[in-house]
Structures are given as structure tokens and as C-alpha cells.
């Protein structure tokens, strides 16, 4: 009896594993401000790239999974002589607005069967926004004088919308994936280009004095990417 439990355990098993159905894809995206996030940066654009990976069950509608992703949605690059006390050549110093997202999925397929899918989304994850500087001499200078991080924070963050695939005829399997999506979060200070200023002293060197800017993230998200199904 016990060799018999086993062997249908194996056998449900295995099929298990030959019905799952993985997906995986990357999207360029670009994220307009709404409301007080739209007034507070004056219409920030946020453009990310992302990374998408699910699993669904051919006998229900649903897919589950995960998506990264990663942005610059500002920078500004200044040449100093008056960074460091007694120190005049000129410097490069760069400064980038960073994002980072992580989002759990959940998609619902309206016509899982059909050759242009359409599908419902929705992510609950978190944002995470840092501001980062380095200092060089040039441009093509692999030694970094300086670097760190002026400011980070971050929020939890939701999001709803929806998206279709048109299939890609010379590679089965392959689609082409639109979405658009409203996201959402807490509010959070964060720094944008031009938030930070440089204070230098009467005797050299300086400080940096930072204005921030707080809003939730309200935006529409439009997503364009590829997603391989059938992994």
C-alpha cells in the first residue's frame, strides 16, 4: 500500500511538472507623473527597464510571479576646481537619481487560448529611490576620487492595468508585450536633477546642501517588451 501512495505521488507529481508553464520577459518602460507627484517635480518622466518572471498553470487563467526593475530619472554633471581645500584642477562630479522596484504579480488572462492574448494586472511591491555622486578627473578616468550616496528612501507601491501579447510568427512562443499600468505608493521624499547645491567656503572646499521633494508616486506606466512562454 505504502509503495502504492508513493508511486501516485511520483505519477501526480511528474504531471504537475509537465503542465506548469514558466514565462519570462524584459520591458522598456516609461513612467509619467499624475496629480501632487506631477506638481511637486513639475511632470517628472521616469523612464526603467524591467525583468518579468511567471508561472502558469495551463488549466487556469491566473500567472504569478515577479518583476525587477531599474531606472535613472535624473542626472547632472558639473566641472568643480573648488571641491577640496587646497585642490584647484578641474573635476567631474556626477550625480544620478536612482530607482529600484520590486513587484509581486498577478496576471489574469481573459482569452488564455486565443492567438492575441489579452490580460489583467496587478503588483503590490515596494520603490526604492537613492541618490548617488562620484568624482573623477575626466571622463575617461577609471580611478573614482570620490563616491557615496547623498539620499535614499523608500515606499511601498501598488499598481493595476492591463496589457495584451501578439505573437511573434517566426518564433513560437515569442510575443510582443504592450501594457499600460496606474501605479501608485506612500508618500516619500526623494531628490530630483537640480535638488542639490553646492556650497563652497571662503577658504576652499564646500558642502552640499540638499532640498528635497516629497509625493506619493502616482503615474502611468507604458510598457512595451518581449516574453517568452513555455519555458
Do not use: C
Request: charged share 20%; net charge neutral; proline share 4%.
Amino acid at each position: 500500500m505504502k509503495k502504492l501512495i508513493q508511486l501516485v505521488f511520483l505519477m501526480a507529481l511528474g504531471n504537475f511538472a509537465h503542465a506548469q508553464v514558466w514565462s519570462a520577459g524584459g520591458h522598456f518602460n516609461g513612467g509619467i507623473a499624475l496629480g501632487e507627484f506631477k506638481q511637486e517635480t513639475g511632470g517628472l518622466f521616469i523612464p526603467t527597464i524591467s525583468g518579468i518572471l511567471l508561472y502558469e498553470a495551463p488549466t487556469a487563467p491566473v500567472s504569478l510571479g515577479l518583476e525587477l526593475g531599474y531606472g535613472i530619472y535624473g542626472s547632472k554633471m558639473e566641472r568643480r576646481t573648488d571641491l577640496y581645500r587646497g585642490f584647484s584642477d578641474e573635476l567631474r562630479l556626477r550625480r544620478n537619481n536612482n530607482i529600484a522596484t520590486g513587484m509581486a504579480v498577478i496576471r489574469y488572462q481573459t482569452n488564455p487560448l486565443g492567438n492575441i492574448r489579452h490580460f489583467i494586472e496587478a503588483k503590490f511591491g515596494a520603490n526604492y529611490l537613492y541618490t548617488r555622486y562620484k568624482v573623477r578627473e575626466t571622463i575617461l578616468s577609471e580611478e573614482i576620487i570620490e563616491s557615496g550616496k547623498d539620499f535614499e528612501n523608500w515606499t511601498l507601491a501598488y499598481s493595476l492595468g492591463t496589457g495584451v501579447q501578439i505573437p511573434i510568427a517566426a518564433e513560437p512562443g515569442l510575443f510582443l508585450e504592450f501594457k499600460a499600468n496606474y501605479q501608485s505608493s506612500s508618500d516619500l521624499r526623494f531628490l530630483t536633477k537640480g535638488d542639490v547645491r553646492y556650497v563652497p567656503f571662503p577658504d576652499g572646499g564646500g558642502e552640499f546642501e540638499f532640498e528635497t521633494k516629497r509625493a506619493p508616486l502616482d503615474q502611468v506606466v507604458l510598457s512595451f517588451g518581449v516574453i517568452f512562454i513555455g519555458l
